[in-house]
T-cell receptor, first 112, second 113 residues
Framework: EAQVTQNPRYLITVTGKKLTVTCSQN?????MSWYRQDPGLGLRQIYY???????DKGDVPEGYKVSRKEKRNFPLILESPSPNQTSLYFC???????????FGQGTRLTVV | AQSVTQPDIHITVSEGASLELRCNYS??????LFWYVQSPGQGLQLLLK??????LVQGIKGFEAEFKRSQSSFNLRKPSVHWSDAAEYFC???????????FGKGTRLHILP
């Protein structure tokens, strides 16, 4: 089954404690991206990757890092989380940057 | 740069009534247009897409959308809604010269029994 898998689904952490949200896709897609969803703001892109070892900033990259060492994986790293990063995060993949995106189930992160 | 506007933050309709969700985009070239649905606690799922050709596109779950270039619109319609259609709906636009899809802020659909 074609899917994008994110882990964990829920995470509560404390300010400053490094965390990683994993994302994996099994569709051999070139393009992967991370979004955060906040009430009234819709989906905002954090980082994206056009291919292995190619990543770039989206609209709200501050406080986040990503890596793309393998085609299927695109982890999101918060080196020092802060409360304003409390949000719902989605990973997505697609063949190209402007084609149909497949989304993971989401990760609800709370930073206290 | 392209942009997407969904003018309605919330829409409430009665079960069995027809539905139209509005989407307006701004882009100079022919856009790629999408509608996604997000059910509570779920990720986004593609309902339908328009790249070219027939301007009326059919999607899953009985939804359709019409691309109107003159109005820069891509409104989503359904003739008769079901309680299970309660969700948040996102319009999105891409283009062949850009490196990402832009999402609207979403319209939350409420269904009255």
């Amino acid at each position: 089954e074609a899917q994008v898998t994110q882990n964990p689904r829920y995470l509560i952490t404390v300010t400053g404690k490094k965390l990683t949200v994993t994302c994996s896709q099994n569709m051999n897609h070139e393009y992967m991206s991370w979004y955060r969803q906040d009430p009234g703001l819709g989906l905002r892109q954090i980082y994206y990757s056009m291919n292995v070892e190619v990543t770039d900033k989206g609209d709200v990259p501050e406080g986040y890092k990503v890596s793309r060492k393998e085609k299927r994986n695109f982890p999101l790293i918060l080196e020092s989380p802060s409360p304003n990063q409390t949000s719902l995060y989605f990973c997505a993949s697609s063949w190209l940057s402007n084609t149909e995106a497949f989304f993971g189930q989401g990760t609800r992160l709370t930073v206290v | 740069a392209q942009s997407v506007t969904q003018p309605d933050i919330h829409i409430t309709v009665s079960e069995g009534a027809s539905l139209e969700l509005r989407c307006n985009y701004s882009y100079g070239a022919t856009p790629y247009l999408f509608w996604y649905v997000q059910s509570p606690g779920q990720g986004l799922q593609l309902l339908l897409k328009y790249f070219s050709g027939d301007t009326l596109v059919q999607g899953i779950k009985g939804f359709e959308a019409e691309f109107k270039r003159s109005q820069s619109s891509f409104n989503l319609r359904k003739p008769s809604v079901h309680w299970s259609d309660a969700a948040e709906y996102f319009c999105a636009v891409g283009a062949d010269r850009d490196d990402k899809i832009i999402f609207g802020k979403g319209t939350r659909l409420h269904i009255l029994p």
